[in-house]
């Protein structure tokens, strides 16, 4: 069965003085019934060029990517901070997607081809593996409890065998039957592929078996809540600071988002809905 984003008005206090671009302040945030109501509104670090999120014995689990810059962390939900479990990526490596399957973390590369198998206790590199793509690059990566699920920035998505890392099969994502690429972070939620776009503000959930998207959901509003964007000055990094990264915490039904650079992590309440396709928007 589906889920949707269902809607609460919130009132969120913000304090979070180790992170730039948060000053203690408050946000008021309104949707129309039906729409995208936001739960809490939480810090995220500004320095963090998110590729993966998911949530773990209830904590976040982000990994960043950027040469020189990757990492993997668990941090603190409510707070933004990290619990000081880190692993750090190969400095020539721009690290992307990860999962956790049993008690190991699964993490992706842009361009190496290569993947590391991380303890999830420990932090600690257990083995490195290849893995193909047709574009040669790894993007968003998640699980369904079987499978190490993998997006490439194209409209395939490839299931792997965790051991061998052979391919299982693939699927194409298509919406009204034509193919959507820049399929980007990937999260499996209820028996469900949900997936950023790359450059866009709409996740799509997206049937595991036919790669049919089953609905959009259009969250454009969330980066006018984000208030550090607009501060920075490259222009590449404001260009690729967009929407990624999309967390399920099963214990409260509730969905996590965020981005690149982003100062925030939105949370959005959820509930069932039904397989009707159809477009819900944010635009409280």
Request: charged letters at 20%; aromatic letters at 10%; a negative charge.
């Amino acid at each position: 069965m589906g889920i949707t984003v269902l809607v609460l008005v919130s009132i969120c206090a913000l304090a979070a003085e180790s992170f730039a671009g948060f000053d203690a302040i408050q946000r008021r945030v309104y949707a129309p019934p039906g729409g995208f109501y936001v739960v809490n509104i939480h810090p995220h670090n500004v320095s963090s060029f998110t590729e993966g999120l998911l949530f773990d014995r209830g904590m976040l689990l982000e990994s960043t990517g950027l040469d020189g810059q990757s990492y993997i962390r668990e941090i603190d939900a409510r707070t933004g901070l990290s619990t000081g479990k880190e692993f750090k990526f190969p400095p020539d490596i721009f690290g992307e997607g990860i999962t956790v399957l049993g008690n190991t973390i699964y993490a992706l590369t842009y361009q190496a081809k290569k993947g590391f198998a991380i303890n999830r206790d420990s932090f600690k590199l257990l083995r490195s593996f290849d893995f193909e793509t047709n574009t040669g690059e790894g993007w968003g990566m998640t699980t369904d409890q079987t499978h190490l699920i993998v997006s490439d920035g194209s409209s395939t998505i490839y299931f792997f065998d965790q051991k061998s890392m052979a391919k299982v099969r693939e699927i194409t994502v298509t919406n009204n039957g034509q193919p959507v690429i820049n399929i980007n972070e990937l999260e499996y939620v209820r028996d469900e592929l949900f997936a950023n776009v790359w450059l866009t503000t709409n996740i799509l959930r997206i049937d595991p078996i036919s790669g049919n998207v089953k609905e959009v959901l259009k969250m454009e509003r969330l980066q006018y809540l984000e208030s550090n964007v607009e501060n920075i000055r490259e222009s590449w990094r404001k260009v690729d600071a967009v929407m990624n990264g999309i967390a399920f915490n099963p214990e409260n039904n509730h969905l996590y988002v965020t981005g690149k650079l982003w100062d925030a992590v939105f949370e959005l309440q959820v509930a069932l809905a039904s397989d009707t396709p159809h477009v819900r928007t944010f635009d409280g």
